[in-house]
């Protein structure tokens, strides 16, 4: 119940601040170079908190999900050795995601600019 309202909270919220963003545009008359650069940039911003939360809920662990065994068990020993392995791993793919979500975001600009970017940079006005 908590999950889906607060789902439908941020959904209300993107839409409003995009309903907001395109009135101002509509009222300033922004260039469409400006607002396609106002809208990478919340893609950014909401890329970030993401994957914020990834890492936060990927590294959270629950106290009542405890494995008990003996200190010197076999057990213990391969438990011990995926745990490690997973802290590695987990490590490693959030520097990949990093990475990965750098070069889109980076492409997408790149393409915003030179499609849009040349002729309307140019144009635009200062407030």
Request: glycine share 4%.
């Amino acid at each position: 119940m908590l999950t889906s309202f607060l789902s439908r909270g941020s959904m209300i919220a993107l839409v409003i601040s995009n309903l907001v963003l395109m009135a101002i545009g509509l009222y300033y008359k922004l260039p469409l170079f400006d607002i396609l650069l106002i809208y990478w940039s919340e893609t950014v911003v909401i890329g970030f908190f993401t994957f914020l939360k990834m890492v936060i809920v990927q590294f959270y662990k629950d106290p009542s999900q405890k494995m008990s065994f003996e200190a010197n068990s076999a057990e213990a020993k391969i438990a011990g050795a995926i745990n490690v392995f997973s802290i590695f791993i987990k490590l490693f793919l959030i520097v990949i995601s990093v990475f990965i979500i750098s070069i889109f975001s980076l492409f997408q600009l790149v393409l915003i600019v030179a499609l849009f970017g040349t002729e309307e940079m140019q144009t635009s006005k200062e407030f």
